[in-house]
């Protein structure tokens, strides 16, 4: 089989976008030594590595990083507990050849070997103190990330508290919102009016429209993300366009507005998009546009 | 603080021998730097926080079981760790493991999800903030339908084939897109590569 046909599999490969057998195909390619694929292959796979990097990061809940920092110490248990230590020294003292009673401390002189060992025994407490210094010295490490781990999971249900909250704020709003709506929908001069988008054709929106109060709800989905610092802005025109107001969208790209008093004699309806506050007169390109 | 201790794409090989032997800073250490980004990805892939953190947990005992066993010429250890996690993450998203899904899914529009430019991140901190600006800069320059072909294939799995009967467009198309949209994302990322 030629290269050719592989060059373009290598970038699915990459992200697993190929089928089982074209995938196995470019697989033994690779494997029957073609370096330019696999050089190829390398890159791409590190490109799709990236990837997650575009993602916005998210708070990691803190009860992950305790549950794994238990399960990692069950799974590398040290490798040297203290009771195996104290055992080994206990044995280097049992094989320590005996000073000779008759030896005395001059023996120490006369048998350079055990004085040797004496030292090789000090070395060894030396070390031992030393390393359960060093345990010590991890507990407290310990502690300290366990009181760190305590901290953050009191204060993630500061924020949760605070966000339930907010949702209960929200909740009321969307209820007296709501209440509005059904206001309107009971008027029997009640008009509908559709927007439907312009920029991106999935937008769309209406408008609940009172003539008779000049009032009007109007709701917008599917709207294209606001770079920083834009607004969208709802346009009444007759022979000319009047604001009716700005408003922003919400995570799911939709908004929604409350319009205390349409200009009469409105033929048309448009929303664009403008610098943030809105503008007198419309600047910026028509996402949305719908006729009474 | 150093700010590249806590940085993703700094995790290096040494990092992970120290791991693999059992080091319970170092395992600190590679979870500080590489949790959010590891996170994102499996809260993306599974549209459910409780199921990520999971499989993010489940992730990282295999990281360290098969640490060992980790060739650092198959790219970088963190390039291993999104290979792993995202892997995982589909396996599950497969076995329909994963519970209610947020009501917010829905449209493939709405794969299109990425940072929005100059909003601020309160997680910068742990972030690779330069890498993040360059990798959301190279996918927005993206033409939206070669990175919601991507996107689809590599968030949630499926093949050229299943992207074109999902978005009824020629499988060709897609294949297309997909060439298109990796290639340009090779150039554009070519600086942080090393
Ligand atoms: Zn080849």
Redesign the pocket.
């Known amino acids: 089989m030629g290269?050719e046909q592989?060059?373009e599999a290598v970038a699915l490969y990459a992200i697993e976008a190929l089928e089982p057998q074209e995938r196995a195909a470019l697989e033994s390619?690779?494997a029957s030594g073609?370096q330019?694929?696999r050089a190829a292959l390398a890159e791409y796979q590190e490109v799709a590595a990236l990837l997650p990097y575009g993602l916005r990061s998210q708070p990691v809940p803190h009860q992950v990083k305790s549950h794994l920092m238990q399960a990692f110490r069950r799974d590398f248990p040290d490798t040297e507990s203290d009771r195996e230590k104290a055992v080994k020294m206990s044995a280097a003292i049992e094989h320590t050849p005996r000073a000779p009673a008759f030896g005395g401390f001059f023996g120490l002189f006369a048998r350079p070997a055990l004085g040797l060992a004496c030292v090789v025994l000090l070395i060894g407490m030396t070390v031992y103190v030393l390393s359960l210094r060093t345990d010590m010295q991890k507990v407290l490490a310990e502690r300290q990330q366990l009181q760190t781990t305590l901290r953050g999971e009191l204060s993630d249900l500061r924020a949760q508290i605070a966000q339930r909250d907010r949702e209960t704020a929200d909740l009321r709003k969307e209820v007296a919102q709501r209440e509005e709506i059904m206001t309107f929908m009971r008027s029997p001069n009640m008009k509908v009016v559709a927007l439907s988008g312009l920029q991106a054709k999935s937008a769309g929106g209406f408008l609940l429209f009172d003539p008779q109060n000049r009032k009007a709800f109007f709701y917008a989905f599917n709207m294209p993300s606001l770079p920083p610092g834009k607004t969208y802005q709802l346009w009444a025109i007759m022979d000319r366009p009047v604001s009716a107001g700005t408003f922003d969208t919400d995570a799911g790209r939709k908004g929604r507005m409350l319009v205390d008093s349409v200009p009469g004699d409105v033929k048309k309806f448009a929303v664009s998009m403008e610098p943030q506050g809105g503008m007198p007169q419309p600047t910026g390109h028509l996402y949305l546009v719908g006729q009474l | 603080m150093e700010v590249s201790r806590n940085q993703a794409s700094c995790v290096d090989a040494a990092l992970l021998a120290r791991v693999a032997k059992g080091d319970i800073r170092a395992f600190d250490q590679l979870y500080e730097q590489t949790s959010p980004i590891l996170y994102a990805l499996a809260v993306r892939v599974l549209n459910n926080r409780d199921d990520a953190a999971e499989l993010l947990q489940e992730v990282y005992v295999e990281a360290w079981r098969k640490v060992d066993r980790y060739e650092g010429q198959r790219g970088s250890p963190m390039a291993w760790l999104v290979t792993l996690t995202r892997s995982r993450a589909i396996d599950r998203l497969r076995a329909g493991a994963s519970r209610a899904r947020d009501v917010s899914r829905g449209t493939d529009e709405q794969t299109v999800q990425r940072v929005r430019s100059g909003a601020p991140d309160p997680f910068d901190d742990y972030a690779d903030r330069e890498l993040r600006v360059l990798v959301e800069s190279a996918l927005s320059e993206l033409p939206a339908a070669q990175q919601q072909a991507v996107e689809l294939a590599f968030y949630e799995g499926l093949t050229h084939t299943e992207i074109a009967a999902r978005l009824k467009e020629p499988i060709g198309t897609i294949k297309t897109r997909i060439k298109l949209g990796m290639n340009k994302l090779r150039t554009a990322l070519r600086p942080v590569r090393s």
């Open positions: 290269h592989f060059e390619h690779v073609c330019e694929c």
